[in-house]
């Protein structure tokens, strides 16, 4: 078949680029230690940071709502029914974020492709970070507004851009915590800017929600922006253990959504015991904001240790600890042999990073022990002692 012919190829130039990916099988839940491909290793790359996708409240949620509600939700909530739990949690949701309404997408990848299109369309322009995430830049692409990408984190770099576009609406979209550097947005300089020239601002969350701010709901309830932000974009299947996305926003601007973010209206909804396991993580969240505390301090713990070891990790504050090798073999070769020390590290390359900046990207959750860290820490240094 000529497809299988492409197909080798292709998967050649990948291997041959150092850039073929595979799945790893682990056995059990998201835990701080997992089976990887039947090795036990300790979990260093998952988003569960705050260790709620295998919390037994939140499975007890989800066995509830799946007695009650049953395990699918039938249809898109346009079709079959909108159901009293999407209700419940886009309320909780809308409380978290400070903002008059929500609306639920099956992931943040609809949640960023069906806002973002809704938002702005031919005519317009959207100004993206140059490190926003696939979903966002798909966004940008299918709404067909002109889009302008600017240098990470500058302000001054999208305020020039704005300054030249004469575009109908305009909008700036950037991540809270960015997803593979683990950087915090100037989200207040941003909204200056955006502000000045008249554009809306979009935030993803998505690393931030549940995981940082007084309440958990990010950093622009941390910076006190929730009514300077157009849209407030967060992922239920990071922090709060689950699976599914938001958008938050005023009333009008959901109904907007409702009606035109077409990832949200051709789409199945959220499954209910997925619905009722975010509202029970939600709870967690209001009540135990140890958990973020102790996410923060272990992510200092292991920058600290790394950094006293001359290993690599960029500088800032959050829990996205990247561990930057810059060649893309390289960094699939120590991710290999992290492994073979009983560390579950995940190596990130180009296209998702911008080339010659492959990395390690390590993540703690708050549900790691020191002696875990210290676990991590022996294993870094003797993989990069053996790497020389
Ligand atoms: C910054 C950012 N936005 C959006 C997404 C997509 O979220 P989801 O995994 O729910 O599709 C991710 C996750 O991979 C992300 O890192």
Known sequence: MAIDDFATRELARRRDAGLIRRLRQIDGPQDTWVNVDGRRALLLCSNNYLGLANHPAVQEAAR????????????????????????ALEARLAALKGTEAALLFT????????????????????????????????????????VFVYAHNDATALEAQLSRSAARRRLVVTESIFSMDGDTA???????????????????????????????????EAEGLQSRV??????????????????????????????TARSFIFTTALPPPVVGAALAALDIVATDAGRRWRLAENAAVLR?????????????????????????ERTMRMS????????????????????????????????????????????????????G
């Open 304 to 328: 600290h240790g790394l950094a006293a070891h001359g290993i690599p990790c960029r500088a800032g504050g959050t829990h996205i600890v990247p561990v930057l090798i810059g060649d893309a």
């Open 186 to 220: 100037p989200l207040r300089a941003l909204c200056e800017v955006a502000e000045r020239y008249d554009a809306m601002v979009m935030v993803d969350e998505a690393h931030a929600t549940g995981a940082v701010g007084p309440g958990g709901a990010g950093v622009v």
């Open 107 to 146: 992931s943040g990848y609809h949640a960023n492709i069906g806002a973002i299109t809704a938002l702005v369309g031919e005519g317009d322009a959207v100004f993206s970070d140059e490190l926003n995430h696939a979903s966002i830049i798909d966004g940008c692409r299918l709404s067909r507004a002109r």
């Open 64 to 87: 509830r709502a799946a007695t009650e509600y049953g395990v699918g939700a039938g249809a898109s909530r346009l079709i079959s029914g909108s159901m009293q739990l999407h209700h």
């Open 230 to 259: 157009t849209v407030q974009m967060g992922t239920l299947g990071k922090a709060l253990g689950t699976f599914g996305a938001f958008i938050a926003a005023r009333r009008a601007v959901i109904d907007l959504l409702i009606n």
């Open 336 to 387: 290999e042999q992290l492994l073979a020390e009983g560390v579950f590290v995940q190596g990130i390359r180009p296209p998702t990073v911008p080339p010659d900046t492959a990395r390690l990207r390590v993540t703690v959750m708050s549900t790691h022990s020191w002696d875990d860290l210290q676990h991590a820490v022996d294993a870094f240094r003797r993989v990069f002692t053996a790497e």
